[in-house]
């Protein structure tokens, strides 16, 4: 059993920054590949970004490439996705998710393990 609590959501402007953090606890941290995913109102939960068991491999979503980034620290048991140039369309909630899979995935179903979620808001 993993446990996942995300921080750092809030309420930004445009073209500003925020870093949300992903805690782990529970079974062994470097065991798992790590993303993050998002859900706007009425709309469905969509992959953000993920990252391999050691970090070196990352996947990013095309709408996110080239301002947000995930890296992760395995001594910690701690995911980040820092969120640079933000736009109002990144409003959602943001969740992290741990998963078994060897490689990085952006299949929602691959992932087993879900945090409760952390709020982003970007205004104009």
């Known amino acids: 059993q993993v446990q996942l609590v995300e921080s750092g959501g809030g309420l930004a402007q445009a073209g500003g920054s925020l870093r949300l953090s992903c805690a782990a606890s529970g079974r062994t941290f470097n065991t798992y590949a790590m993303g993050w995913f998002r859900q706007a109102p009425g709309k469905e939960r969509e992959f953000v970004a993920a990252i391999s068991r050691n970090g070196g491999n990352t996947y990013s979503a095309a709408s996110v490439k080239d301002r947000f980034t995930i890296s992760r620290d395995n001594a910690r048991n701690t995911v980040y996705l820092q969120m640079n140039s933000l736009k109002p369309e990144d409003t959602a909630v943001y969740y992290c998710?741990?998963?078994?899979?060897?490689?990085?995935?952006?299949?929602?179903?691959?992932?087993?393990?879900w945090g409760q979620g952390t709020q982003v808001t970007v205004s104009s």
């Open positions: 998710a741990a998963s078994s899979a060897i490689l990085p995935t952006m299949i929602l179903g691959d992932y087993n393990y």
